[in-house]
Every structure is written in structure tokens, then in C-alpha cells.
């Protein structure tokens, strides 16, 4: 029987009759007695597709396909849509007369329906079978449905039919776009049944080896079972029927190496090699692949070894195959050509000899629209749209014009979304690509799916249901020239990203391994652009975490099981890791992370990840903090020493969160001794670096100071060079030691004071600079007196000492603050100005009630040897005193304060320069 004689014994159908029930295909009714049965369209639809199918399975995703094209369908609304008609019906699900459930694959009509014949009706190729209500595919392919609509192929299904009878593989190549997917449905597919077998069309896009099982399973009517043997299953179907070879065909099969995962890539090869192995199996592989990917079938060769030596290449269509498949599709649906047009048609479309199928798919669509209300495609039509050029060129272009500027952008999102870097078609869940769009847009998921059902009902992308999910493609590659054509610099780059996850995402998967930080640099600038889905939220939060990268809070919100993977995490050995989780756990203020954050604050191991916890919970429940982290739980013994930790963390970063008088006097003490530590450990190295640079500078000035005493007195006593150098010497010696050690401790004193006190008055330093002043003088004195009467059996009295320290650490320390509260943005060169001064004015002070600096000193320990070198009085004849007097020692001692102010000042200054940090002695400099 011919395919027109088909299409026509098909349309003489008017109706089908089971029991007291009819099914009026012209009235589109269902009947019981004469009274109509309420059943809408779509319900309609799909009992009678069952009962022209009586008697036979019909898939769910053959309804899917046939009853809601491009429309995606749960399930959930397929199973109420049985109800409904089986209601109407009064059948039951116990004991079914009219619709029988197989589980998990679909439904068969059982009942006896006789067909009613009557005189062809006009419209009914649009209402008997949705597969006849267009001729033309557009830019989809023909299935097995359209069989009577395909033509022009009948030497090549014949040709090809036998040689897949002929050998185990078969491989089936061509170019993309010249029709391998319509040849295999629509050509292929009825051919090979006719032949008494069975035939399967998969892709690849999602696992094979269980599309594979599911079909076994159903033809041999055996009970789904974990990891089903697939040489077992063809075994069992072959003993069950006899002579009939199982034959899958692969569509588009370079899905294989383009989207499929490599561990099911590697699962299927596994699979092939060992069905191989059997000689005796019934089952053959045809293998429909694109020819510029035909080089990956050589990773089939370790399990087909002869993969390559039985192949056809299709062509495009000639001449007189494009002809025909102009011609007899348009019959089938009661509509003629202009023999004029048809030879116009070939001249416009060919190179001379060949025709591309999807240009001429597309323009036979459009001129079929233009038919005359007698069904008749002429001449005139086809100039007034301009010819194939412009159809071709503006169909896609006039699609998106039917958008508003906003909806066209997120269009062309949607669409170079299933676009790859290559540039291939990408076959993507929808949800996948809601959630992307979503992410990377902010448009609702609501507003996105409504221009991708808009898309899909203008035929530039289609739905595919699989396994109960939808999943999208765009149409043809016919469109990937123009749709490449919009993707800038960053949509590349943002394609690219994707890939990484996707690669990451398969290693994740099989081997638990996480991205490196090569990968995550990469990533995160990109952000919520990146439309993550819930498992790549997952594992790339687990990959920022472990890799102890910043958590940013889109990341955090994104990942569905983000609490789940905090809570891991944060019982990491590692601590950079637990403080990255301390990060995270704002984002995510749940019961569970708060409590992370307590436990963090109260008992972790290290400092550096208590402090962080006790902020992240302060910031978290701000006035309830203090509360928490006091009020010890069932079981738990909350030390006071642990509390106080916690509370001086938390009081250092703010005092308002931690009230010292609601404590008992025992915790507030050690509170504040805490903070006295947390700050100078926070400001350790600071201190040290800029107090020894005090110091440093303090020698400088004992440098200077000694070798001006020394010079001056060798001078003045006319000594010899040896003698005049050994009193410089010494001198320098001296000095420098005195110097050097006065001015670690006024420094020292002032910058940890300075550091601990830095929240209250910045004058709080002048007691510190004080204290380390006094602090050293004492000890100085202490041990001076004490080494004097050891070794000459004497008592010094009136050298430096405490007060002397005390004094001119106040003088230096008051004339920086002094300066700084007067010009908050005061210069380094005015602070140095000032401690100068400051100290200079200490020493007048000093030497104005009695006390002695070190040439003062000096002069005392010298007084007691009556044969020493190094006689001071002999400088009083400068100042016109005889002997050394009070003018003499108050000029000398203000040279000194003035050099040691001044060194002491510059050194700190130099040494915070240097360290390039502000401290808060400087912070407004």
C-alpha cells in the first residue's frame, strides 16, 4: 500500500463504536445513547489515539508527543487525564473493560472498537489525527507517525533497510541538517517493522543503557529490577519470539560524546562490547551520527571492530527526491501545487542538483500557509512573500519581532542558551533552563516559560519528554549560524564557566572530586549568572569551602542543601576552612548555623576561629549574643576563663554587646584582661615593629648626643688623638645603651597603651609612655647603684632614675598629642616637632627640681674617681659656671631630650611607613 493510499483509506474514518459508546471524530464528541459525554479536547485526543491503537501499548511519551507537542506535560496530569475518560466511561481500575494501566510505561485500550467509514470530510486531516494537520515539518523531523507524509527517501530506506538486515552495525552519516532524523522515524523505523521486527529509536542526550531496559522490559513483559542484565533481557525476548531481531536505532548518536557524562559514556561501550561477544543475540545497532563527528565512532572500535566498515553517507535531496517531497505530503493533506512553482521552487533552492531538506521544509511550511481556501499553493503566493530567499532569511527575524525590546532580549538569552561555545545544539532540561535564565535575568521562572512556549509554538525550539522530565533543544541546526551570531565576548566566556561546572559536575558525581581553586577563580566573578541548578550549588559550595575561598551569599542561598554542607564543613580539621564556614553562616541564619556559631565561639581550638564566631553570632542575634554565650547548656561546663575569652572578643568589637556591671567581679576582671591581650595580640607585630623603631631611633640619638659630649670634652682638655678618641668611645657607648633602652620603653609603653585604649582617649598613652619610662629608669637606676657598690663599695645617689623616665616619656608623649588634637592631620615632621619639644621642656623641668638626665648622671659617677677622664665640669666654663652648675645641666639635658624626642618619633613614624599600615597613634596621617 502506498503512503497516499494510506493517508486516504485513513481519512474515510469517521468515527469508532465500543459497546453503547461512540466516538464522533467529525463532531469531535463522545457518545453514550445519543447524549454527549463532557470530555475537552485534549482528553478527546488521547482516547483516540488509544483506540486507533487498540489492542496495542501506547506509550506515555507517544502521547506526549502526539496529543501535547510542544507542550510540557507531567505525569501527574496524564494520570488525571485517564481518570477523567475512564469516569466518562464507568470503567474501573481493578478490572479494566476499556483502559489498562501498565505501570511506568503507558496504557492500552482492551475493549473491541469497530471503525465507522463514511464520505471523506474536508477538515478532517485537522481533527481526525493531529499527525496530518500539517504536511510540513518545518524545522522538526518526521516520526513514525508521519510515515504517509514522508517522501522522497524510498531509494534510500529500501537500500539502507537492507543492509542493517545484513549486518549487526550499521552506521547511517551525513551533514547536519540533510534529514538522517526523519529517515530513521519515518523511513527506517515503519520499513523495518514491516519486516516482523522489533525497532527502538534512542538518544543519547540522557543515558541509553536504561532507555534500552525499559523497552525490553516492556516487550517481554518482565518486572522493572535494579540494574536489569541487558544480554539476559534480549536472551529472554529472543526464546519468547523467535526469528524477530531486536534493532535499535541511535538519532543524533554524537549526543553521546557531546553530552553525555563519561562514566555513562564508558557504561554503554562496557555494554555494546559484551553484547558483542554473543554472536547468536538478535540485536543490531544502527547509528545515526552527524558526519563531522563521524571520527568519534573510532572510540567504538574496541568493541565493534568492523564499526566502520558498513556505513552509508546520506546526501541531500535531488532534484526529483525534492520534487516529490514537495509534491506528495501536500496531496496526502488535500492540497496542490502550481507545477510552475514547484520547478521555480528546485531552481531557487538547489545548487543545481541538490536541495538542502531543512530550506525546503521551511518554505513549503510557509507556502502552505499561504494556500488558497481550495487548498492550491500558487506562483503568485510565493513572489508576494518575497521567494525562498527572503523566507528563509526573515522567518527567524520575523518570529522575534513579535516581541516587545524587553521580551526579545531574554528571547535571544533563551535561545543562545542552548547554544554551545562550538557551536552545537544543547539539549537541556527545562527546568535547567528556567533555573539559568532565572538567575542569570531575575525575570520570574512564570515570565521566562511563557516566551520559551512561545518559542517552541513558532517551531525554532521543541520540547522533549524523557523519563518524566521536559527537556528543550532548539529546533535545527539550520538556526545556529544566526543565533551564534549574538553571543558577545561575555556570553562566551559565561558558556565557558558553564562547561567547567558541567566537567566538574561529572567528576563530582564519579569520583567525589571537587573544583580546584583554578576553577573557582574562574567561576565566582561570574556570580548568580552562572544559573546554577541545586546540585551544582551544592558541589561548588563544597568546593569554596574546602578550597578556603570568601562564600559568597548567592552561592549560600543558591545551594538547596547549603545547611547540610555548612554543618560538615564547620567540623573540618582544618581550621582556614571552619573560619570560610564562619563566612557562610550569615547567609543562612538558621537555628542549626547559630548554633554552629555558639559551639564555634565557645570550644573551637583556635583562637582565630572563636574570635570569628563570637562576631558572626553577635552580628546574628545582636542583643541576645551576650546571653548565649553565658547561659551554658544541658551537661556543658562553661568555665569562667572560656566565658571571658568569648565576651572580650565580643566587647572589642563592640562595647555595647558585652555590659561588664551584669557580670560577676570575677569575670569581669578576667574580661579585661582579656582585652588587654586580644588587643596587644591583635597588634603584636605592629608594636614591635614600630616600638623597636623607637628604639632604633633612641640609639641614634646616643650616637649623636655621645659624640658631641666626647668631642666637646676631648676639646676643651686639648687631649691627645688616642685619648680624645677612647673618651668619644666610651661615651658613644654609653649613650647609645642608655638611649636605646630608655627609648624601647617610652615607645613600648606609649604603643600598647595606645593600642589597648584606642575606643576610650587617645591620652591614655601619655601614662603608657610614662610607665615604660619609669618602668626602665628604675630598673636602670636599680642596677647601676647596685653594680657601683658591688664593685667600688660606694652609693651613688641622684642619677637617673623612675622619675626622670616617667617625666620625659609624659614630655614626649603629651607634645604628640598635644599636636595631634590642635591639627588631627598633623604632618609626621610636626609630630617629631612636638615629642622634641615635649621632651625638651621635661628635661628644663627635671633639671629645674633636681633630677639628672644622663650627662647629669654621668657627671655624679665621674665625681667619685678623682683621676676620671671624663671630667663634665670642665663644660661649665662655656656657659660661664664654675663650677658645673644648673645652667650647664639644663642646657646639656635639653640637648638630650631634644635629640631623643625627636629620634624616638621619627623612628616610630619610619617604621610604620614601612610596614605600610596605619596604627591608631597615626591614623589620621
Not at 552527524?290 to 552509508?312: C, G, N, T, V
Request: charged share 20%; glycine share 6%.
Amino acid at each position: 500500500m502506498s503512503n497516499c493510499e494510506m493517508s486516504l483509506n485513513i481519512s474515510e474514518i469517521t468515527g469508532y463504536r465500543f459497546e453503547d459508546y461512540q466516538l464522533d471524530l467529525r463532531n469531535r464528541e463522545l457518545r453514550r445513547g445519543g447524549r454527549v459525554l463532557a470530555l475537552n479536547s485534549k482528553y478527546f485526543d488521547v482516547l483516540h489515539l488509544l483506540v486507533r491503537h487498540q489492542g496495542q501499548l501506547v506509550e506515555k511519551q507517544r502521547i506526549f508527543d502526539e496529543v501535547w507537542e510542544g507542550v510540557i506535560v507531567s505525569d501527574a496530569a496524564l494520570t488525571q487525564c485517564i481518570k477523567d475518560i475512564r469516569k466518562q466511561l464507568h470503567d474501573e481500575v481493578a478490572s479494566p473493560r476499556f483502559i489498562k494501566t501498565v505501570p511506568k510505561h503507558g496504557y492500552v485500550f482492551i475493549g473491541h472498537a469497530l471503525a465507522l467509514n463514511g464520505e471523506p470530510h474536508a477538515a478532517y486531516a485537522r481533527l481526525a489525527s493531529p499527525v496530518y494537520s500539517r504536511p510540513y515539518k518545518f524545522l522538526d523531523y518526521y516520526t513514525e507517525q508521519d510515515a504517509a507524509l514522508f517522501f522522497g527517501r524510498e531509494a534510500e530506506v529500501e537500500t539502507i533497510t537492507s543492509q542493517i538486515l545484513a549486518h549487526r552495525s550499521f552506521i547511517l552519516h551525513g551533514r547536519s541538517g540533510v534529514g538522517k532524523s526523519s529517515l530513521l522515524r519515518a523511513g527506517l523505523m515503519p520499513a523495518l517493522k514491516a519486516h516482523g521486527h522489533y525497532v527502538f529509536v534512542l538518544r543519547c542526550f540522557t543515558p541509553p543503557l536504561e532507555q534500552m531496559r525499559n523497552a525490553l522490559r516492556l516487550i517481554a513483559e518482565a518486572p522493572p529490577a535494579e540494574n536489569d542484565d541487558l544480554t539476559a533481557l534480549i536472551m529472554r525476548l529472543a526464546e519468547k519470539s523467535p526469528g524477530r531481531d531486536l534493532l535499535f536505532l541511535l538519532d543524533q548518536f554524537e549526543e553521546l560524546f557531546t553530552l553525555l557524562e563519561e562514566s555513562h559514556r564508558q557504561k554503554f561501550l562496557t555494554a555494546l562490547s559484551e553484547l558483542y561477544t554473543h554472536e547468536t543475540l538478535p540485536v543490531r545497532f544502527v547509528f545515526a551520527i552527524r558526519e563531522d563527528l563521524l571520527a568519534e565512532m573510532s572510540q567504538l572500535k574496541s568493541a565493534l571492530p568492523e564499526i566502520f566498515h558498513h556505513e552509508y553517507r546520506l546526501k541531500r535531496l535531488s532534484r526529483e527526491q525534492a520534487a516529490r517531497a514537495i509534491i506528495e505530503p501536500a496531496r496526502a493533506a488535500g492540497c496542490d501545487w502550481e507545477p510552475q512553482l514547484v520547478e521555480r521552487l528546485l531552481t531557487d533552492l538547489s545548487d543545481g542538483e541538490n536541495v538542502d531538506p531543512p530550506q525546503l521544509q521551511i518554505v513549503c511550511d510557509q507556502l502552505y500557509d499561504a494556500r488558497d481556501q481550495s487548498g492550491h499553493v500558487a506562483l503568485a503566493a510565493y513572489e508576494r512573500l518575497g521567494t525562498a530567499a527572503q523566507i528563509l532569511t526573515g522567518y527567524l527575524e520575523r518570529v522575534l519581532q513579535r516581541f516587545n525590546p524587553a521580551d526579545l532580549n531574554l528571547a535571544k538569552e533563551i535561545l543562545t542558551t542552548l547554544v554551545s561555545v562550538e557551536p552545537q545544539r544543547l539539549v537541556l532540561r527545562v527546568a535547567e533552563l528556567l533555573a539559568q535564565l532565572e538567575a542569570r535575568t531575575g525575570e520570574n521562572e512564570t515570565h521566562i516559560n511563557r516566551l520559551v512556549e512561545e518559542l517552541a509554538m513558532a517551531r525554532i525550539v521543541r520540547y522533549r519528554n524523557h523519563g518524566g522530565e521536559g527537556w528543550i533543544e532548539l529546533a535545527h541546526d539550520f538556526l545556529l549560524p544566526e543565533v551564534s551570531r549574538w553571543l558577545t565576548a561575555e556570553a562566551y566566556a559565561l558558556k565557558r564557566a558553564r562547561g567547567v561546572i558541567e566537567r566538574g559536575m561529572e567528576n563530582y558525581r564519579v569520583h567525589q572530586l571537587l573544583l580546584d581553586s583554578d576553577a573557582l577563580q574562574l567561576l565566582l566573578p561570574f556570580g548568580p549568572q552562572l544559573g546554577l541548578i541545586g546540585e551544582e550549588a551544592d558541589m561548588l559550595l563544597k568546593s569554596v569551602l574546602n578550597r578556603t575561598r570568601s562564600v559568597p551569599q548567592w552561592l549560600v542561598q543558591a545551594a538547596p542543601n547549603a545547611e547540610k554542607i555548612i554543618l560538615a564543613a564547620g567540623a573540618s580539621p582544618e581550621a582556614a576552612v571552619r573560619l570560610r564556614v564562619l563566612e557562610a553562616c550569615p547567609a543562612l541564619p538558621t537555628a542549626a548555623t547559630k548554633n554552629l556559631l555558639r559551639e564555634s565561639a565557645l570550644w573551637d581550638r583556635e583562637l582565630a576561629v572563636r574570635r570569628n564566631a563570637t562576631l558572626a553570632l553577635a552580628e546574628a542575634e545582636a542583643a541576645t549574643a551576650e546571653q548565649t554565650l553565658t547561659t551554658p547548656r544541658a551537661n556543658e561546663k562553661l568555665g569562667l576563663l572560656r566565658q571571658s575569652v568569648s565576651l572580650a572578643f565580643m566587647r572589642d568589637h563592640e562595647r555595647k554587646l558585652v555590659r561588664l556591671a551584669h557580670h560577676p567581679p570575677a569575670l569581669r576582671f578576667l574580661i579585661l584582661l582579656q582585652l588587654v591581650w586580644l588587643r596587644l595580640h591583635r597588634h603584636s607585630s605592629e608594636i614591635i615593629q614600630q616600638g623597636l623603631g623607637g628604639m632604633l631611633g633612641a640609639a641614634v640619638a646616643g650616637v649623636i648626643g655621645g659624640f658631641m659630649l666626647g668631642s666637646s670634652l676631648a676639646w676643651i682638655r686639648q687631649t691627645t688623638i688616642l685619648q680624645g678618641t677612647s673618651i668619644v668611645v666610651v661615651l658613644v657607648s654609653l649613650a647609645v645603651l642608655v638611649s636605646a633602652f630608655g627609648g624601647m620603653a617610652v615607645s613600648f609603653g606609649m604603643l600598647m597603651v595606645d593600642r589597648v585604649t584606642y575606643r576610650h582617649s587617645r591620652w591614655w598613652s601619655v601614662l603608657g609612655a610614662a610607665a615604660g619610662g619609669a618602668l626602665m629608669g628604675g630598673l636602670a637606676n636599680w642596677l647601676s647603684v647596685d653594680i657601683f657598690h658591688a664593685l667600688f663599695g660606694r652609693d651613688l645617689e641622684g642619677i637617673t632614675g623612675a622619675f626622670e623616665g616617667a617625666v620625659i616619656g609624659v614630655g614626649l608623649s603629651f607634645g604628640v598629642r598635644l599636636v595631634e588634637s590642635l591639627r588631627p592631620n598633623a604632618r609626621t615632621w610636626q609630630r617629631v616637632l612636638a615629642a622634641s619639644l615635649g621632651a625638651t621642656c621635661a628635661s628644663i623641668l627635671l633639671t629645674l627640681i633636681g633630677g639628672n638626665l644622663f650627662t647629669g648622671s654621668l657627671a655624679i659617677v665621674t665625681h667619685s674617681f678623682a683621676n676620671s677622664q671624663l671630667r663634665i665640669e670642665s663644660l661649665a666654663a662655656w656657659f660661664g659656671e664654675v663650677p658645673l652648675g644648673r645652667t650647664t645641666l639644663m642646657i646639656i639635658s635639653a640637648i638630650e631630650a631634644l635629640l631623643f624626642g625627636a629620634t624616638v618619633c621619627a623612628g616610630i613614624a619610619l617604621a610604620q611607613r614601612m610596614g605600610n599600615k596605619k596604627s591608631p597613634m597615626h591614623r589620621n596621617e
